[in-house]
């Protein structure tokens, strides 16, 4: 299979290497049976640079060029942990990322441009190379009716539409930063290209074989 996975920014932030290898343990023995593409989201570091922006005036997309940077260290700390097994920087285009998995190579990649999660950016990388599964490894344990953070009532999804997704992804506030699962642009991308989705809690590194071969407690989007 072809395997994608967003992988929360929050859920490499602050590890140690222990904890990094771990991850890329889960990796590499994914990439022995499938193709896999990781794109790292910016996580802690680029929620604190961005607040810091905004007090100084910037605007959303001076904030999203700075996510983008963050991602993008992340990406590469990633690429350390996987060593060899990895392409040796992070993609910084679809075609480029394709080209890359040559080789069996896991391709790991950060944002792409301002407006764009890292959630639509798997979701277009999704599409682009015809992934076989979409995986999105957060920092909540799949979908809900609102943020399980802020309402203790919130409502977790076993399975959901892709539509119904995109309907509860409408809600969403559109800013450099924001905490969602699943952000609007990524579920109208997974909706109109069928991509079969997992969402599972990342801070389990095994979720990330359960995500792709079953056996998780996530959400299921199809």
Aim: proline share 3%; aromatic share 4%.
């Amino acid at each position: 299979m072809i395997l994608v996975y967003s992988l929360g920014g929050s859920i490499l932030a602050g590890r140690d290497a222990e904890s990094l290898k771990e991850y890329a343990t889960a990796l590499k023995n994914l990439a022995l049976e499938h193709q896999v593409f990781v794109v790292v989201g910016g996580g802690k570091i680029a929620r604190e640079y961005i607040a810091k922006a905004r007090a100084l005036q910037a605007g959303e997309a001076f904030c999203d060029l700075l996510g983008i940077g963050a991602t993008r260290l992340n990406a590469m700390l990633l690429i350390a942990a996987l060593g060899r097994a990895a392409a040796p920087e992070p993609s910084e285009s679809y075609a480029g990322a394709l080209s890359a998995s040559a080789g069996g190579k896991i391709v790991v990649l950060g944002g792409m441009a301002p407006g764009q999660t890292t959630d639509a950016v798997a979701a277009l990388l999704a599409e682009y190379v015809g992934a076989d599964r979409l995986i999105v490894a957060t920092s909540v344990d799949g979908v809900y009716s609102a943020d399980p953070e802020v309402d203790p009532g919130a409502e977790k999804f076993d399975k959901m539409s892709a539509r119904d997704l995109v309907r509860l992804a409408m809600e969403t506030e559109m800013k450099a930063g924001s905490r969602s699962p699943v952000d609007p642009l990524a579920a109208k991308i997974i909706e109109r290209s069928s991509i079969f989705t997992v969402v599972v809690h990342g801070a389990d590194a095994k979720n990330l074989k359960r995500g792709a071969e079953g056996g998780h407690t996530g959400t299921e989007i199809s």
